[in-house]
């Protein structure tokens, strides 16, 4: 018997709308109206703004380690500004631009990265996930989301967040097959930011690109320009609206870069070339988007005067907060706490009292406890 073919050749698209100077190919621009194209940029820019200054926080000592955004901001806001707020939202650990727009207060955000319980609690009618720390855990969740939807008839899409590296995980895998099998809402959106810690996109992979991944599930993949917000944005349109008729899951890949640092326990010039970081910063999101919008006169002066007022503001109600109880850390984990989580809380619980009765001339009551690892929860 000869071989036959028993499926076509697959083609994987890529989409790019606007170059890196914001000329834009007239034939692909996404109808959006003027007020919406200045929101977008202000989601960017403070999501950029913000990005910066939770970066000096870190250095001061006032928030612990977080995974900055930089040079990400298309990738979120271009996906993101095209859920409405019923839909739901499902971040990893990298989405601070995503989350602002998605109503979290920065305050907020700045508790989940300075170790408060609330930090990671949404608004109990915010359809967004807290930030997911494990690498793609939050997928099959996402697919529990939508299938949940479809079964009770909601009319609600799902977005989901993740980077290349994630692509790797078994969890990645089985959410595409189920989201695949079950036809389920969901939009994958993988930020391929090029870097997984300090593991290079070709270790990470052979596959020539992310998108192509979702085939083997019978889902639609697509590569965009992720630093093009038009773009991302076009992509996640179509794919929110075949996702809205019924029409199942999409990966759309995002192709991007990192500009800064993994996390703030990270040092990245121990990995990768000045050179490579050079090249991406002439493809800046921001710089490209701003520019497309001056051509149209689009851009408002004193927005970025505006922005950093609004980040100063939320800083300043962060720090009226009271310190984090460090006993907190035991809650939630469980529905019923283990006798050994129940014990090390009691310990705990008993060097703080110490602490406390020593008075403020004490070290601060947080040795490390029995089983606890010296590193940072951040590996790297
Ligand atoms: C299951 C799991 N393994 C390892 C880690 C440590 N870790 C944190 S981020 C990261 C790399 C993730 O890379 P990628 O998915 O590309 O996302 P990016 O950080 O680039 O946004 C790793 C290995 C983790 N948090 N969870
Ligand atoms: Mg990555």
Redesign the pocket.
Known sequence: MPRRTLEPRFSVEHLSILDSDGNIDAALEPDIAPDRLKELYRAMLLGRRLDERMVRLQRQGRIGTF?PIKGQEASQMGSVFTLRRTDWMVP?F?ETAAMVWRGWPIEKLLQFFAGYVEGGQPAPDQHDLPVA?????QLPHAVGLAYAAQYRGDDVVVMAY?????TS?GDFHEALNFAGVWHVPVVFVC?N?Q???SVPLKKQTQARTIAQKALAYGVPGIQVDGNDVLAVYAASQEAVARARAGEGATLIECVTY?LGV?TTADDPTKYRSEEEVREWERKDPLTRFSEYLEKKNLLDEGLEQEVDEEIAAAVKRFEAYGPPDPLRMFDHVYADKPPHLAEQREELAARLRAGAEAGPAEPPASPPMRGQRKTSR??N
Not at 133 to 137: F, S
Not at 162 to 166: M, N, R, T
Request: net charge neutral.
């Open positions: 995974a990893s990298r720390i494990p690498v793609a855990t993740f980077g290349d590296g994630a995980e930020q930011n870097w997984a810690i990192r993994h951040w590996q």
